[in-house]
Nanobody
């Protein structure tokens, strides 16, 4: 069964850190990019970061560049999102997704994990 499962969300104070995990199963990530997206209440889903699994190339949105880091653990088929210096505006449901290389859309999605930044 093809699936992505996120974990690691929670409640954190401004300036704090969280690490999200995205575990993939049922498909070979060698042919995919894995991305993180987020959706805040009343807003559209937005791109956060992505990594091409085969070569480790990374991409970030301007809003998180310098604060968030995407990484992978090959033997665990897992992608991480290390989030530092969290801000109120980072509050959202975070989703990971996989896009086959050459495709125009992400076609495998996790169910999401809530991140709340609050004092």
């Amino acid at each position: 069964q093809v699936q992505l499962v996120e974990s690691g969300g929670g409640l954190v104070q401004p300036g704090g850190s969280l690490r999200l995990s995205c575990a993939a199963s049922g498909f070979n990530l060698d042919y995919y990019s894995v991305g993180w997206f987020r959706q805040a209440p009343g807003q559209e889903r937005e791109f956060v970061a992505s990594m091409r699994w085969s070569n480790g190339d990374t991409y970030y949105s301007d809003s998180v560049k310098g604060r968030f880091t995407i990484s992978r653990e090959l033997r665990k088929n897992t992608v991480y999102l290390q989030m530092n210096s969290l801000e109120f505006e980072d509050t959202a449901v975070y989703y990971c997704a996989a896009q086959r290389v050459g495709a125009t859309q992400y076609d495998v999605w996790g169910e999401g994990t809530q991140v709340t930044v609050s004092s």
